[in-house]
């Protein structure tokens, strides 16, 4: 059974930065994007950024110009640098990795910027 671990977040002061990473335990194949999505308390789980087989990457536009996907297709490895924090990025952050008939989820990990 595949695992996502998430990795990297933690307590920082506003204008700090953060690099969440993420990682499979087992195989995986036929990836097509790879993604970080955060949910705040009281509100709907939002796609934050994404990264496709082929390097196509997408962002949402409060976070464009601050944080930056990237991958390592060897190690099927995803990053988020988060640069610039606000208080308003604070977050569950979730790494998510589809597939052609699969999708995988992490466990989250805790951003929290405090103003």
């Known amino acids: 059974q595949v695992q996502l671990v998430e990795s990297g977040g933690g307590l920082v002061q506003a204008g700090g930065s953060l690099r969440l990473s993420c990682a499979p335990s087992?195989?995986?194949?036929?990836?097509?994007?790879m993604g970080w999505y955060r949910q705040a308390p009281g509100k709907q789980r939002e796609l934050v950024a994404a990264?496709?087989?082929?390097?196509?990457?997408n962002y949402a536009d409060s976070v464009k110009g601050r944080f930056s996907i990237s991958r390592d297709n060897a190690k099927n490895t995803v990053y988020l640098q988060m640069n610039s924090l606000k208080p308003e990025d604070t977050a569950v952050y979730y790494c998510?990795?589809?597939?052609?008939?699969?999708?995988?989820w992490g466990q989250g990990t805790q951003v929290t910027v405090s103003a």
């Open positions: 998510n990795y589809r597939g052609v008939g699969s999708d995988y």
């Open positions: 087992g195989s995986i194949f036929r990836l097509l994007v």
């Open positions: 990264i496709t087989n082929v390097g196509s990457t």
